[in-house]
Nanobody, 125 residues
Framework: QVQLVQSGGGLVQAGGSLRLSCAAS????????MGWFRRAPGKEREFVAT?????????VYTDSVKGRFTISRDNAKSTVYLQMNSLKLEDTGFYYC?????????????????WGQGTQVTVSS
């Protein structure tokens, strides 16, 4: 069993930056692909970014965050990060990290086995 504990998030003005962190329990973190998803008010949960295990050589982003968000991982700390720059109002939402058994990336929520508790990101004008 893997537990994911998220931190970061909060309120930021448009154009600002935030970094989300997701710390995993267990000793097999490096073997998992990791992902970030978000749910905006009144919308379905959507894919944001994913990174392969163990070295993170493959990353995939949804088009709306390309060039602004960066996903990374630190296997020594069993943590995955989402650096969010140039934030826009439409980035507001509840952000979740997720882990999947298997090293290959995935953009579909159903491919993930474990989920963090979520954290709110609010971008104001």
């Amino acid at each position: 069993q893997v537990q994911l504990v998220q931190s970061g998030g909060g309120l930021v003005q448009a154009g600002g930056s935030l970094r989300l962190s997701c710390a995993a329990s267990g000793r097999t973190f490096s073997s998992y692909a990791m992902g970030w998803f978000r749910r905006a008010p009144g919308k379905e949960r959507e894919f944001v970014a994913t990174i392969s295990g163990p070295s993170g050589t493959t990353t995939v982003y949804t088009d709306s965050v390309k060039g602004r968000f960066t996903i990374s991982r630190d296997n020594a700390k069993s943590t995955v990060y989402l650096q969010m720059n140039s934030l826009k109002l439409e980035d507001t939402g509840f952000y979740y990290c997720a882990a999947r058994r298997g090293a290959s990336v995935a953009t579909v929520p159903g491919r993930y086995d474990y989920w963090g508790q979520g954290t709110q990101v609010t971008v104001s004008s």
